[in-house]
């Protein structure tokens, strides 16, 4: 992922100004890089060692999805509708 597409992402799902690492924002880079490596796959379907590092990708941001609804259910809901997750 290049360094001005992340820089976005931060910026745009950060809670405070330095903030790097809350779970909205690492949700919202898991979110670019799964969509990222879809594409990959359209274009090569057997490259299964990336299919398996997609899956981890996958299974993290579930369970960091889990954690926010369990703590903060109003940010769970802001955050899936701007990444267009679910419902």
């Known amino acids: 992922m290049e360094k001005n597409g992340k820089q976005k992402i931060m910026k745009k ?3 405070h100004k330095n ?11 898991l979110t670019h890089q799964i969509t990222t490596l879809q ?6 379907p057997k490259d ?11 299974n993290r941001r579930r369970k960091l999805l889990n954690y926010l609804l369990r703590k903060d259910s109003k940010r ?3 955050v899936i509708k ?5 419902k």
């Open 39 to 44: 594409e990959h796959f359209k274009r090569h």
């Open 76 to 78: 769970y809901y802001t």
């Open 19 to 29: 903030d790097s690492g809350s779970p909205d924002v690492q949700i919202a880079l």
């Open 82 to 86: 701007k990444l267009g997750l679910r």
């Open 13 to 15: 799902f950060r809670i």
């Open 48 to 58: 299964v060692h990336s299919r398996v590092g997609l899956i981890k990708m996958v």
